[in-house]
């Protein structure tokens, strides 16, 4: 969407505020022995104390509030009661959400308590990718210089890019225009990001896998190889100079 007003401003704020701060308390309340259907559970009542609806199910009938997926699932993981979290799991939370009419979107992967997998590299380059992409995003640059510098940065550190897996629009509702913001350069895509335009910006940096397949329930991302892959995502609004974070929280994993 563009932000066309004050109202719309505010708007994507108090949505991308609820979307971030139930992000952070997910991931605080996370802990080995729990399932991830009662981590879920969790975030629906923050979500709800924003008066939020989570997207997801809004949007796609998804069987779940937020979108959490655990080590080798890369994206939309379904929570389950049979997923039990231990110490050392790489988990990705995905938290989108709409409120007044606005949508927002916001994710992490994360370590569950010591790093007994050594993938602390592979989270942080994920982390230090996205904000060097988002901070040359303005008004005019190519989409696909971002996608560009996220590939590079990501064989700089010995990891790969997921392809079939793509930042999106995002505002008026959960998945808009521009519908693909790469993480690699697509010679084929000559669109630019717009001014005042609102877009959700995400890294899928893998352990070696280019692409994710169904798991076979119809949500779940995968690979074939069995790579791990970090995710982050910020929602950002596109100014002419350095762009708005609209979903920071400075206690999520910044």
Not at 9 to 29: C, D, K
Not at 42 to 58: N, T, V
Not at 221 to 243: M, N, R, W
Request: proline content about 3%; some cysteine; charged content about 20%.
């Amino acid at each position: 969407m563009s932000i066309e007003s004050e109202n719309d401003l505010l708007g994507m704020s108090r949505v991308s505020e609820a979307v971030a701060q139930t992000l952070r308390a997910m991931r605080e309340y996370a802990k080995p022995g729990m399932n991830t259907y009662e981590l879920d559970l969790y975030g629906a009542a923050i979500l709800q104390q924003f008066g939020a609806r989570p997207a997801p199910q809004l949007v796609y009938n998804f069987p779940g509030c937020a979108c959490i997926s655990v080590n080798t699932e890369v994206a939309h993981g379904i929570p389950s009661k049979q997923t039990i979290l231990k110490e050392g799991d790489l988990i990705n939370i995905d938290v989108s959400a709409e409120l007044d009419g606005y949508y927002a979107d916001n994710g992490g992967s994360f370590i569950l308590g010591e790093d007994t997998q050594n993938l602390s590299p592979l989270v942080e380059a994920s982390k230090d990718i996205l904000y060097k992409a988002i901070y040359q995003i303005k008004g005019g640059v190519k989409i696909n210089e971002i996608g560009r510098l996220i590939e590079t940065e990501a064989k700089k550190r010995g990891f790969t890019v997921i392809k079939n897996l793509c930042g999106h629009g995002v505002g008026r509702s959960l998945h808009e225009a521009p519908h693909y913001i790469a993480n690699y350069h697509d010679r084929l895509n000559l669109s630019r990001f717009r001014k005042n335009s609102v877009v959700a910006i995400e890294t899928f940096i893998s352990t070696k896998a280019t692409y994710t397949h169904d798991k076979g329930d119809g949500w779940t991302y995968i690979t074939k190889d069995g790579s791990f892959v970090a995710q982050h995502e910020h929602t950002i609004l596109v100014t002419d100079k350095e762009p708005v974070i609209l979903t920071r929280d400075n206690q999520i994993w910044n």
